[in-house]
């Protein structure tokens, strides 16, 4: 007896551990500089029947302030009829949040991200359910006919430009919202992720060479056959591939006829202070006191003085590293992931001086009531 409840102790505790790993891994973190672009790398076959493509994406690692890269793999889903939806990064307010995947019996809003193998920025032309099975298209999907034979061939054609971006909105991001089936999607029962996808997340996060500031966004695992797998020989690295090989729907002009429904236009955005438009000078104060008005105006020219010469020495600042980067031969990465950090920079400053001029407006606008 003392032996079975030892038994059942420490099976709960395993389930304790898991259900602890996969809420954390449902938190959201949120930062200021976005994800590195997605590498192009070729799909692995799939293992067995039954198994769904999902596919790889940049996750960040909040306690070393680094991305690193989950590889793509197949995984059984956890009921008869579901479906991957992919997490995504997104732009709020003033910073990346990630969305987190989930599992339900429809593909829901995923950033409108290209993933590829399928995952084209809205629902999922991998393959579908027919009653308890599932059949895969092999336009898109990499399978062998000889161990899998519920397999369909259909085209999918791609109405926008392909591209590696990998967030949602801000400076470059994919201009997408969800359409209303995507929300409607969004609010029915999902699974989190299945205890194979919390651990292959996590052996992720533990491997260095998969690291952002490691691998420079070309990671030596991409893509593995099964969950956690990354030292199977099918496993595939990040490299050169065709539209093909990755599995890209076949594309299409991309012009304003041929966007998406949900493609919404992003307001343009300074990157650098010489990108800020010229401010007004201040209008003359006037209060009905001629000393007073002086004292204001100086107060207001000497504030648009000062911010002035922060702005030329963020701009220096930043032209010196850019400066720095192209004597380094730098790839596109690290110019994408600097030219990110400059934007945040000038918005910051911009808000910044904003609210000063706002807070010396208040000062004097409150000065003058107290003398009226």
């Known amino acids: 007896m003392r032996i079975g409840r030892s038994a059942r102790f420490v099976s709960f505790a395993l389930v304790v ?4 790993a996969a809420l954390f ?7 200021r500089i976005g994800p590195p672009p997605l590498p192009v790398y070729v799909q692995p076959a799939c293992p067995a029947e039954g198994y769904i493509w999902t596919p ?26 579901f479906l991957w939806t992919p997490g995504y990064w997104g732009w709020v307010s003033d910073r990346f949040v990630f969305h987190e995947g989930y599992w339900g019996p429809r593909v829901g809003f995923y950033g409108g991200i290209n993933y590829g193998f399928g995952y084209f920025g809205s629902g999922y032309e991998g393959g579908r359910w027919d009653h308890d099975r599932f059949f895969y298209n092999r336009a898109v999907s990499n399978v062998n006919v000889t161990n899998i034979h519920n397999v369909y061939n259909t085209t999918v054609i791609n109405n926008i430009t392909v591209n590696h971006v990998s967030y949602n909105g801000g400076q470059a991001g994919i201009n997408a919202r969800p359409t209303a089936e995507q929300e409607s999607a969004e609010r029915e029962r999902h699974i989190p992720q299945v205890a194979a996808q919390v651990e292959h997340v996590q052996a992720a996060r533990a491997n260095n060479e998969l690291r952002a500031s490691v691998n ?13 797998a990354f030292e199977d020989r099918e496993v595939v690295s990040a490299g050169e591939a065709s539209s093909t090989n990755r599995g890209e729907a076949e594309p299409r002009s991309s012009g304003p006829g041929s966007r998406p429904a949900n493609y919404v236009p992003r307001p343009g955005s300074a990157v650098h202070p010489n990108d800020l438009p010229p401010r007004e000078r201040p209008a003359f104060p006037n209060t009905g006191s001629t000393e007073l008005d002086k004292k204001y105006l100086q107060q207001q020219e000497k504030l648009l003085a000062k911010q002035d010469q922060e702005r030329q020495r963020l701009q220096q600042k930043q032209d010196q590293e850019h400066q720095k980067l192209a004597r380094q031969n730098a790839d ?22 904003t609210q000063q001029q ?4 208040q000062k004097q606008q409150a000065v003058s009531r107290s003398r009226a």
């Open 17 to 20: 551990l898991a259900l602890s």
């Open 25 to 31: 891994a449902q938190v959201s973190i949120a930062i």
């Open 56 to 81: 790889g994406y940049w996750a960040y690692d909040y306690h070393d302030g680094d991305y690193y890269w989950v590889p793509g793999t197949w995984v059984m889903p956890p009921e008869v009829g």
């Open 216 to 228: 420079h966004g070309q990671p030596r695992v991409a893509a593995t056959p099964r969950p956690g």
């Open 332 to 353: 596109e990465i690290r110019q994408q992931q600097l030219e990110q950090r400059h934007q945040q920079q000038t918005q910051d400053l911009q808000q910044r001086h």
């Open 358 to 361: 706002q807070h010396l407006q």
